[in-house]
T-cell receptor, first 111, second 114 residues
Framework: GENVEQHPSTLSVQEGDSAVIKCTYS??????FPWYKQELGKRPQLIID?????GEKKDQRIAVTLNKTAKHFSLHITETQPEDSAVYFC??????????FGKGTLLTVNP | DAGVTQSPTHLIKTRGQHVTLRCSPI?????VSWYQQVLGQGPQFIFQ???????GRGNFPDRFSARQFPNYSSELNVNALLLGDSALYLC?????????????FGPGTRLTVL
């Protein structure tokens, strides 16, 4: 079945630095790649998504890049702030009806 | 504007019991998906329902079942509970029943099986 690998599992950065989280997927039919942020005890919230017809998408300090050939997509957060601290999940969706999630990255932004 | 709601918030059961979890989607959304999130892991797909029909099922045993009602709310039922069923159960709604569409998650139901 579909598999999504996410790295790193933990990431610690200083406030103002950039953070990069990488994911790879196995199903070549995948066409939708969302990123969710989950704060402790709260629901996952969509922060950005990208579809396969686009290579890059940016929303203020957050950007996502997609390399369909390599089956690889990444989340980039610039000018990190303490409130960016959370668990981030990548996911992929394709011709079936489900999203397959990575195992998550715990991002800690140190003041 | 209400988001996805789930009930109950927390639940404690013992092995062998049965549990029913409930979800109300965002108004106008016709698709509901259920996910299981074990501590320290990403959500894992259990079911998707669209227009009251099951559209997809993840790799879960037959002890797990679900249904969707005419008002698009949904129930997830788990029979013969095992310790390993302890998890956060998330419901997500979307406008239509494809994985290309943004899914909005509810706050989840925290199930503890003793």
């Amino acid at each position: 079945g579909e598999n999504v690998e996410q790295h790193p599992s933990t990431l610690s950065v200083q406030e103002g630095d950039s953070a990069v989280i990488k994911c790879t997927y196995s199903d070549s039919a995948s066409n939708y790649f969302p990123w969710y942020k989950q704060e402790l005890g709260k629901r996952p919230q969509l922060i950005i998504d990208i579809r396969s017809n686009v290579g890059e998408k940016k929303d203020q300090r957050i950007a996502v890049t997609l390399n369909k050939t390599a089956k690889h997509f990444s989340l980039h957060i610039t000018e990190t702030q303490p409130e960016d601290s959370a668990v981030y999940f990548c996911a992929s969706g394709g011709s079936n009806y489900k999203l397959t999630f990575g195992k998550g990255t715990l991002l800690t932004v140190n003041p | 504007d209400a988001g996805v709601t789930q009930s109950p918030t927390h639940l404690i059961k013992t092995r062998g019991q049965h549990v029913t979890l409930r979800c109300s989607p965002i108004s106008g959304h016709k698709s509901v998906s259920w996910y299981q999130q074990v501590l320290g892991q990403g959500p894992q797909f259990i079911f998707q329902y669209y227009e009251k029909e099951e559209r997809g099922r993840g790799n879960f045993p037959d002890r797990f079942s679900a249904r969707q009602f005419p008002n698009y709310s949904s129930e997830l039922n788990v029979n013969a509970l095992l310790l390993g069923d302890s998890a956060l159960y998330l419901c997500a709604s979307s406008l239509v029943g494809t994985s290309y569409n943004e899914q909005f998650f509810g706050p989840g139901t925290r199930l503890t099986v003793l």
